[in-house]
Nanobody, 115 residues
Framework: QVQLVESGGGLVQPGGSLRLSCAAF????????MSWYRQAPGNERELVAV????????NYADSGKGRFTISRDNTKNTMYLQMGSLKPEDTAVYYC????????WGQGTLGTVSA
């Protein structure tokens, strides 16, 4: 079955860190542009970070620059988002997205930043 599965969400205190993973099943991610999006309650889904295919060029929304790092391991068919210096406004459901021969979304993982 072709799918993306996110993991790594949870509850963390302000200033803490989370590492999200997005594992692909049923297809290889090497020729897909991979991205992380997030959607906070009452807000639209927004792009957080994107990483290109072979060369791994990255780009970040202003909200995550200097705090978030997107990466990919094509041999493990997995993408990651390392988030640090987390703020309450980073609380959201985080989704991974694969754009290539198919256009695929994961089911999301909730990250909550709260004292």
């Amino acid at each position: 079955q072709v799918q993306l599965v996110e993991s790594g969400g949870g509850l963390v205190q302000p200033g803490g860190s989370l590492r999200l993973s997005c594992a692909a099943f049923g297809f290889g991610i090497s020729n897909y542009v991979m991205s992380w999006y997030r959607q906070a309650p009452g807000n639209e889904r927004e792009l957080v970070a994107v990483i290109t295919t072979i060369d791994g060029i990255t780009n970040y929304a202003d909200s995550g620059k200097g705090r978030f790092t997107i990466s990919r391991d094509n041999t493990k068919n997995t993408m990651y988002l390392q988030m640090g210096s987390l703020k309450p406004e980073d609380t959201a459901v985080y989704y991974c997205h694969a754009l290539g021969p198919r256009d695929l979304w994961g089911q999301g993982t909730l990250g909550t930043v709260s004292a």
